[in-house]
Structures are given as C-alpha cells and as structure tokens.
C-alpha cells in the first residue's frame, strides 16, 4: 500500500500566503495617511529632480545613493509624481523582505522561517520603515539578500548564489 504524497506542501503555502497579505495590507493600507516627514522631504527633493531633469547628482551631505531615487523613478513615471507612488516602492520592498524570510527555511526549518516572517510582518518597526520613503527597508531586505546568497553558496558551492552576493552588496553602497 502505497500513498502518494503531495509535492508540495499545503500547510506551508497557505501561511506563506496569509503572511505575505498581512504584510502587504500592513504596508499598503492608507499609504498617504500621513504627510513627508523631513527625512521623505530630502529624498523627494532628489527624486523631484531626478524625475524633472532626467538627471542624479550625489550630494555627499546626503549620504546614500540612488538606488531608492531610480526605483520610485519607475513608480512616479507609471502613476505620477505622488505620496503613494513614492512610497509603494518601498512599501514593495518591505514585503519583499517578508517573503525572503521564507528562503530561511533550510537553515531554521519550516516553522522557524514561518515565525521569522511573521515577526518581520508584523513588527511595528519594520511596517515603519516599510511605509515611508527611506532608504532603511532598503537596506534591511539587500541585507537579508546577502545573508540568503552566502549560505545558498555555501550550501551549493556554486558561482551564481555567490555573483548574487556581489551584485547585492554592490547595490548597499
């Protein structure tokens, strides 16, 4: 007797599934809420010109590069110039994050990695840092990237995890 067993695992998707929509309702829901604060003010004077001229210059008394400008550039140009479109690029990323916290199931198994994906879905700080057009969330999910591109090619011991890890870090400078 025999018994088939599913490819995948039901238990496993649907939580990947409910997880990654609380996050993304807690990152989307009411985007434009809340006016700029000073710190999204700096980064839309950047964006703005980016937007308007075509064209980045680093300020180095702003400190950060124009990773986060470039991909709300791609937002603001499909839905206009506005509090929304400007933040869904990060609101993006910090979903995103969520679901590479599923990639952590080989290393701290599959209720670890559902835990971890919940905590970062629901913690305050992160859905903060998720909202608004900063670059931390930014950082947090490039980060998590290179931790995930090392142990798969530590794990594989092959060139592409590794080549990952490189265009990863690159993007953090």
Known sequence: NTTERPKYDLFWLINCGLITLVAAFLRFFNLDLKP??????????FLTSLFRNGTYSYDPANYHGP?????????SKIFGLNNVSVRMSVA???????????????YIGKIGALSAAALIALSPGMVFISRYFIHEIFFVFLAL????????????????????????????V
């Open 67 to 75: 990773t986060l400008y470039y991909i709300s550039l791609f937002f």
């Open 36 to 45: 700029f604060h000073h710190d999204e003010g700096v980064n839309g004077f």
């Open 145 to 172: 990237a290179f931790v995930l591109a090392i142990l798969l090619f530590i794990r594989n011991e092959k060139a592409g995890p590794g080549a990952i890890a490189w265009m990863v870090l690159l993007l953090l």
């Open 92 to 106: 993006i990323f910090g979903v995103l994050t969520v679901v590479l916290a599923f990639y952590l199931r080989p």
